[in-house]
């Protein structure tokens, strides 16, 4: 039963956008943290982005620098990740994820406290 799934990757040049949605089936989307996480070749997986079931509250990564925003439309049960300024380590497979915890203003980048998981949607970007 797929409940997170990802699109909007593919190959851009450096310094390029794209728009990354995560469109779910949960029935507990719109109460529980939603997050973005990476994972690079050879890396482990590393957390990106997250926003509050409120959307109140969100939390970057250093390596983000301002380039990426989060947010979720909750009447359509989809998250996204806008990544402009994109640069060549940006190179992953970007996983969206769910919370095991409802309500909680506060963002967790321990993977995990994350039950949900896509299957993963690439990124590529060329210098």
């Known amino acids: 039963q797929v409940q997170l799934v990802e699109s909007g990757g593919g190959l851009v040049q450096a310094g390029g956008s794209l728009r990354l949605s995560c469109a779910s089936s949960?029935?507990?989307?719109?109460?529980?943290?939603m997050s973005w996480f990476r994972q690079a070749p050879g890396k482990e997986r590393e957390f990106v982005a997250g926003?509050?079931?409120?959307?109140?509250?969100?939390l970057y990564a250093d390596f983000v620098e301002g380039r990426f925003t989060i947010s979720r439309d909750n009447n359509k049960n989809t998250v996204y990740l806008q990544m402009n300024s994109l640069k060549p380590e940006d190179t992953a497979v970007y996983y969206c994820a769910g919370s095991s915890r409802a309500y909680r203003e506060e963002i967790s980048t321990t993977r995990i406290l994350y039950t949900y998981w896509g299957q993963g949607t690439q990124v590529t970007v060329s210098s």
């Open positions: 926003l509050s079931w409120s959307g109140s509250s969100t």
């Open positions: 949960l029935r507990t989307f719109d109460i529980i943290t």
